[in-house]
Every structure is written in structure tokens, then in C-alpha cells.
């Protein structure tokens, strides 16, 4: 991507270096859990976090660790997520204007280890989530080393696109759509609130084309290569890749945030056509996704 002279976001915390206490033991289940959000790039954890910590799953205070000494790809991908959330929010500044509303940015904090939230505690484990509680991402920068190691995806694009798809649940929670998903998926068993999750991620992913369609429109940001880059990173961070990779088989029913061809699909939707109204995943039937 091209970011030679973009501005930084303002809305940057930089909580590097502290840490939000020991995070106590989740099971087996609570692992499985929150190492799939990680490996699925995140969500709202709005619910997954407050369920947790109210039963006492996660707690400590903030203690800045004095000694800590970020590298230089550290600071330098640091100044690169600054970047990429002010070009985020350029982009919906501009389409909330178009649209007769006004868009107010999230805060994105940048966290080593473990971090305390809105919506509770967690670890670097939990990857890039959106809180909702307090309108804020967070993300630990080692999540991209991570995602090379695990999956195989890097790239600055590969990169951008985890960011602009949390920002993606900020415009929802905006617009009212993720409040509204949530109070849907609190009503309906496991299986069925899965299936809304899906929907919320498959436009969050839609979200994050459209930011990167209007970015390159605006500031000539994209390179050769890049598109290609997102759209690989998109097919290997559906449920069914995920759990083949991980156990050999798939299990549709625990699918919450889509396939891969689905996430790819909406992505690409985004990209080609940078028109927000045709980001509609919760009309369709969920098999036509």
C-alpha cells in the first residue's frame, strides 16, 4: 500500500508495555473459544467478554511494565495502524456526510499482552476485537507476526484489512445494525445466534472493501498485488478452513463468522463496488450468503 505522507489518527491509545493482570483459567472450552476468534481476526466481543467476566473469568489491574522496549517493526507497525485508522476515517466520514449522518471514529488502542476494556479483560490470545462498550479496537501489533506463523497471511493489506474489518463493527454498532444483532442473538439458541454472527461478520468483512475501495479512491492507496493479498487472507479465514485445519473436519452448525468462499465473496463485494447499500446480509436467506 501506498502510505507515504498520511496523516496518523489522533484516536490512537498506546497502552504498549502494560498489561490487565493474569487472565484465569478458561477450560478447554473457553480456549477453543477465544483461540478461534484469534484465528478468525476478531469480532465484537462485546458478549463473549461481559459472559466471561461475569463469572469472574478474567480479572487484575493495569500495571505498565517499566522495562518494555518496542522494536522498530513494532513502532513502525504501530505508526502504520494509525494510519490506516485515519484513512478509515476519512472514508466513512465521507459516506456518513453523503448519507445525512455524521460518523464518530472509534478509539484504537494498541495493547502488549493483555489489556483492560469496556467490555472487560483480555489477553493477546483474544486477537483484534471491537468493543462496543466503549467504542473502541483493540489489537495487540504481535497478531501479525501471528497470522504469518498461523495461517500464512501478511502483506500491508492483508494487514489493513483486520483493522478496517473491526472499524466495519463500529459502523454497525453506528448504525444501530450490531445492537440490534445482538439483542436478536441473546434471544435464539446457539445455532441460531451462530448464523446471525455470520451476518455481522460477512458485512463487516463487506465494510472493510468498501473502506479499501474509497481509500484507493481517495489517496491512490492501492498497489499491484494488494487486492490479490486480501482476497487470499479472505479465503483462509472462514470457519471451514479454520476447523479443517485444526481438527480435520468441519462443524457447520458452530460456524460464526463463514465460510471461506462467503467472507472472500463479501470482501470482494466491497472492493468492486465501493456501494455501502449493496452490503444487505441479513435480508437474504442464510444459504444464499
Given at each position: 500500500?501506498?502510505?507515504?505522507?498520511?496523516?496518523?489518527?489522533?484516536?490512537?491509545?498506546?497502552?504498549?508495555?502494560?498489561?490487565?493482570?493474569?487472565?484465569?483459567?478458561?477450560?478447554?472450552?473457553?480456549?477453543?473459544?477465544i483461540?478461534?476468534?484469534?484465528?478468525?481476526?476478531?469480532?465484537?466481543?462485546?458478549?463473549?467478554?461481559?459472559?466471561?467476566?461475569?463469572?469472574?473469568?478474567?480479572?487484575?489491574?493495569?500495571?505498565?511494565?517499566?522495562?518494555?522496549?518496542?522494536?522498530?517493526?513494532?513502532?513502525e507497525l504501530?505508526?502504520?495502524?494509525?494510519?490506516?485508522?485515519?484513512?478509515?476515517?476519512?472514508?466513512?466520514?465521507?459516506?456518513?456526510?453523503?448519507?445525512?449522518?455524521?460518523?464518530?471514529?472509534?478509539?484504537?488502542?494498541?495493547?502488549?499482552?493483555?489489556?483492560?476494556?469496556?467490555?472487560?479483560?483480555?489477553?493477546?490470545?483474544?486477537?483484534?476485537?471491537?468493543?462496543?462498550?466503549?467504542?473502541?479496537?483493540?489489537?495487540?501489533?504481535?497478531?501479525?507476526?501471528?497470522?504469518?506463523?498461523?495461517?500464512?497471511?501478511?502483506?500491508?493489506?492483508?494487514?489493513?484489512?483486520?483493522?478496517?474489518?473491526?472499524?466495519?463493527h463500529?459502523?454497525?454498532?453506528?448504525?444501530?445494525?450490531?445492537?440490534?444483532?445482538?439483542?436478536?442473538?441473546?434471544?435464539?439458541?446457539?445455532?441460531?445466534?451462530?448464523?446471525?454472527?455470520?451476518?455481522?461478520?460477512?458485512q463487516?468483512?463487506?465494510?472493510a472493501?468498501?473502506?479499501?475501495?474509497?481509500?484507493?479512491?481517495?489517496?491512490?492507496?492501492?498497489e499491484?498485488?494488494?487486492?490479490d493479498?486480501?482476497?487470499?487472507?479472505?479465503?483462509?479465514?472462514?470457519?471451514?478452513?479454520?476447523?479443517?485445519?485444526?481438527?480435520?473436519?468441519?462443524?457447520?452448525?458452530?460456524?460464526?463468522?463463514?465460510?471461506?468462499?462467503?467472507?472472500?465473496?463479501?470482501?470482494?463485494?466491497?472492493?468492486?463496488?465501493?456501494?455501502?447499500?449493496k452490503?444487505?446480509?441479513?435480508?437474504?436467506?442464510?444459504?444464499?450468503?
Amino acid at each position: 500500500m501506498r502510505l507515504t505522507g498520511r496523516r496518523t489518527s489522533s484516536n490512537v491509545d498506546d497502552r504498549r508495555g502494560s498489561s490487565a493482570g493474569k487472565a484465569a483459567s478458561l477450560g478447554i472450552g473457553g480456549t477453543i473459544v477465544i483461540g478461534l476468534i484469534m484465528l478468525l481476526m476478531g469480532g465484537d466481543l462485546s458478549s463473549v467478554l461481559q459472559m466471561v467476566t461475569s463469572g469472574g473469568g478474567l480479572t487484575g489491574q493495569t500495571e505498565v511494565a517499566s522495562d518494555y522496549q518496542p522494536t522498530a517493526e513494532e513502532e513502525e507497525l504501530a505508526t502504520f495502524a494509525s494510519q490506516i485508522l485515519a484513512g478509515t476515517e476519512d472514508v466513512w466520514t465521507s459516506i456518513f456526510k453523503e448519507n445525512g449522518l455524521t460518523y464518530q471514529p472509534p478509539k484504537l488502542v494498541l495493547f502488549t499482552n493483555a489489556v483492560k476494556s469496556g467490555c472487560g479483560n483480555a489477553s493477546s490470545s483474544s486477537g483484534p476485537f471491537y468493543c462496543s462498550a466503549d467504542q473502541t479496537v483493540y489489537i495487540d501489533l504481535s497478531f501479525f507476526s501471528s497470522m504469518k506463523k498461523t495461517i500464512g497471511a501478511d502483506g500491508d493489506f492483508a494487514y489493513a484489512y483486520v483493522i478496517a474489518h473491526e472499524v466495519g463493527h463500529h459502523v454497525q454498532y453506528l448504525l444501530g445494525t450490531l445492537t440490534e444483532a445482538h439483542q436478536q442473538m441473546s434471544r435464539l439458541s446457539e445455532k441460531e445466534a451462530n448464523k446471525i454472527s455470520v451476518r455481522l461478520e460477512l458485512q463487516a468483512d463487506f465494510y472493510a472493501g468498501i473502506w479499501a475501495y474509497h481509500d484507493n479512491k481517495m489517496f491512490n492507496s492501492l498497489e499491484d498485488g494488494d487486492i490479490d493479498e486480501g482476497l487470499a487472507v479472505a479465503s483462509k479465514i472462514g470457519d471451514d478452513y479454520l476447523q479443517k485445519k485444526a481438527q480435520g473436519y468441519e462443524v457447520p452448525e458452530s460456524f460464526n463468522h463463514g465460510r471461506s468462499a462467503q467472507r472472500k465473496a463479501w470482501l470482494k463485494k466491497g472492493l468492486t463496488t465501493g456501494d455501502p447499500s449493496k452490503g444487505d446480509t441479513f435480508s437474504p436467506a442464510y444459504e444464499d450468503l
